[in-house]
C-alpha cells in the first residue's frame, strides 16, 4: 500500500524548464521499456511506433483564463477561470483581500464587469456582460503553471498550445502533445500511425500536491470530458488489429479510462474524478506519451501505476542526473503500461 511520501523526489530548481525549445520536436525523449531506460530524442517517436498504431490527442485548447481587476470597494483582485458553465458564466478562482459576496461587482481587465455568484468549495459563480468566450479571448492573459517564472508573452500563446488544439476550455495545456508539429505529425500518418481525439478540459487542479498520505483520502478534481463516437471505433479498430492505443497525455488518459470503467470503452461526455494510483488495471491505453510530473501529484501516481512504481522512480532519477528538462516545457517519456486488463476488456 503507498503513501503520499512514496511519491517524493527531490528535483533541483534548474531542471524545471522555464521556457520551451525553438522547436517543438527538437525535446529528448525517455523511453522507458520495462526496466529499461533508452535516451532518445522526441522525433523518434515515429520509429517507436508501427503502423497501425492509434494516437489519441487531447484537443482542448487554453483559454486565456487569467485576469487582474478591481472590486467596488477599490480592493484588487486576480481571477483564475476554472471552467465555462455556459456562454455567460464561469466557475473561478477568485483572489481577494477579502472574498467577494453575491452580487458584487468586479471590473476585470478595465474592459468589462462581472458579478459574483454564489460560492462553491474553492470557486465562485461568475457572470459575465457578454459573451464569455469572446471576453477571454480579447482580454484575458495565458495562465502559465505557478512553477514558471515569468509572464506569458506572445511566444508562450503560441507554444502554450497543441498544434492541434480546437476546443476552447482548459485552464493548462495537455503537455505531452506540445512536442508535436506538423511535421512530425506528417510523418508518422505517412508510416500508417493513425490518430483520433478526445477533448479533455484541463482544470487548475492538475498542479495541485496531495496533501493527505494516506491516498484514499485525497478529494480528487473533476475535470469535464468526452470522447466522440469515431474515437471509440478507432480504438476498438486498433486493438482488433493488435496495434496500440497511445495515448498523447496523461489527459488523454484520464478521458479513455473514465470512459472504460463500465469494461468497455464508451461514447459521451462527462464529469470525471478519477484518480489513478498503483494498483489500478487499465483497460484501454496501451502506450503512453508524457512529460515528467511535480513531487506528490496526482500524475505522477498515474504514470507510477501505468509503468511500475519501482520503474518509474528508477527513470526520475535517471531523468535527474541526465539532465532532462521537467514539467511543461520540459522533455517526454514514452511507457508501456504494465497493467492491462484482461481479454475482455479488448
Same mark, same amino acid.
Given at each position: 500500500?503507498?503513501?503520499l511520501?512514496?511519491?517524493?523526489?527531490?528535483?533541483?530548481?534548474?531542471?524545471i524548464a522555464?521556457?520551451?525549445?525553438?522547436?517543438r520536436?527538437?525535446s529528448?525523449?525517455?523511453h522507458?521499456d520495462?526496466a529499461?531506460?533508452?535516451?532518445?530524442?522526441f522525433a523518434?517517436?515515429?520509429?517507436?511506433?508501427?503502423?497501425?498504431?492509434l494516437?489519441?490527442?487531447?484537443d482542448t485548447?487554453?483559454?486565456?483564463a487569467?485576469?487582474?481587476?478591481?472590486?467596488?470597494?477599490?480592493?484588487?483582485v486576480?481571477?483564475?477561470?476554472e471552467?465555462?458553465l455556459d456562454?455567460?458564466?464561469?466557475l473561478?478562482?477568485?483572489?481577494?483581500?477579502?472574498?467577494?459576496?453575491p452580487?458584487?461587482?468586479i471590473?476585470?481587465?478595465?474592459a468589462?464587469d462581472?458579478t459574483?455568484?454564489?460560492?462553491?468549495g474553492?470557486f465562485?459563480t461568475?457572470?459575465?456582460?457578454?459573451?464569455?468566450?469572446?471576453?477571454?479571448?480579447?482580454?484575458?492573459?495565458?495562465?502559465?503553471?505557478p512553477?514558471?517564472?515569468?509572464?506569458a508573452?506572445?511566444?508562450?500563446?503560441?507554444r502554450?498550445?497543441?498544434?492541434?488544439?480546437?476546443?476552447p476550455?482548459?485552464?493548462?495545456?495537455p503537455?505531452?502533445?506540445?512536442?508535436?508539429?506538423?511535421?512530425?505529425?506528417?510523418?508518422l500518418?505517412?508510416?500508417? %500511425?493513425?490518430? /483520433? +481525439? =478526445?477533448?479533455?478540459?484541463?482544470? *487548475?487542479?492538475?498542479f495541485q500536491?496531495?496533501? #493527505?498520505? @494516506?491516498?484514499?483520502e485525497?478529494?480528487?478534481?473533476?475535470?469535464w470530458?468526452t %470522447?466522440?463516437? /469515431? +474515437? =471509440?471505433?478507432?480504438?476498438?479498430? *486498433?486493438?482488433?488489429?493488435?496495434?496500440?492505443? #497511445?495515448? @498523447?497525455?496523461?489527459?488523454?488518459l484520464?478521458?479513455?479510462?473514465?470512459?472504460?470503467?463500465s469494461?468497455?470503452?464508451?461514447?459521451?461526455?462527462?464529469?470525471?474524478a478519477?484518480?489513478i494510483?498503483?494498483g489500478?488495471?487499465f483497460?484501454?491505453v496501451?502506450?503512453?506519451i508524457?512529460?515528467?510530473h511535480?513531487?506528490?501529484?496526482?500524475?505522477?501516481?498515474l504514470?507510477?501505476?501505468f509503468?511500475?512504481?519501482?520503474?518509474?522512480?528508477a527513470?526520475?532519477?535517471?531523468?535527474?542526473?541526465?539532465?532532462?528538462?521537467?514539467?511543461?516545457?520540459?522533455?517526454?517519456?514514452?511507457?508501456?503500461t504494465q497493467?492491462l486488463?484482461?481479454?475482455?476488456h479488448?
Open positions: 500500500m503507498y503513501s511520501s512514496d511519491f517524493d523526489f527531490i528535483l533541483p530548481p534548474e531542471r522555464q521556457t520551451p525549445l525553438p522547436e520536436s527538437a529528448r525523449l525517455l522507458l520495462g529499461a531506460i533508452v535516451d532518445r530524442q523518434d517517436i515515429v520509429d517507436l511506433l508501427a503502423p497501425g498504431d494516437l489519441v490527442m487531447n485548447r487554453v483559454l486565456k487569467r485576469f487582474f481587476g478591481v472590486k467596488e470597494t477599490g480592493g484588487n486576480e481571477v483564475l477561470v471552467r465555462v456562454n455567460r458564466t464561469v473561478a478562482q477568485v483572489r481577494a483581500s477579502k472574498s467577494p459576496k452580487g458584487n461587482r471590473r476585470l481587465a478595465d468589462f462581472v459574483t455568484g454564489e460560492r462553491a474553492e465562485f461568475l457572470t459575465f456582460d457578454g459573451d464569455v468566450f469572446e471576453l477571454i479571448e480579447a482580454h484575458g492573459r495565458l495562465p502559465l503553471p512553477y514558471i517564472d515569468h509572464a508573452d506572445a511566444f508562450d500563446e503560441t502554450y498550445q497543441t498544434v492541434y488544439s480546437k476546443a476550455g482548459a485552464v493548462a495545456a503537455t505531452a502533445g506540445l512536442h508535436f508539429d506538423q511535421a512530425l505529425l506528417d510523418r500518418a505517412a508510416k500508417g %500511425v493513425q490518430s /483520433a +481525439t =478526445v477533448t479533455l478540459h484541463v482544470g *487548475a487542479g492538475t500536491p496531495v496533501r #493527505v498520505e @494516506v491516498l484514499a485525497h478529494n480528487m478534481h473533476t475535470e470530458y %470522447v466522440p463516437q /469515431a +474515437t =471509440v471505433d478507432a480504438v476498438c479498430a *486498433a486493438r482488433a488489429r493488435g496495434n496500440a492505443v #497511445v495515448a @498523447v497525455g496523461t489527459t488523454s484520464r478521458a479513455l479510462e473514465s470512459a472504460s470503467q469494461g468497455q470503452l464508451a461514447a459521451g461526455s462527462a464529469d470525471t478519477l484518480f494510483t498503483p489500478y488495471r483497460k484501454t496501451t502506450r503512453l508524457t512529460n515528467f511535480l513531487p506528490k501529484s496526482t500524475l505522477l501516481m504514470v507510477s501505476a509503468a511500475g512504481y519501482e520503474e518509474i522512480r527513470a526520475y532519477a535517471h531523468a535527474i542526473a541526465h539532465d532532462y528538462r521537467f514539467f511543461s516545457y520540459g522533455d517526454a517519456m514514452l511507457l508501456t497493467s486488463a484482461g481479454p475482455d479488448a
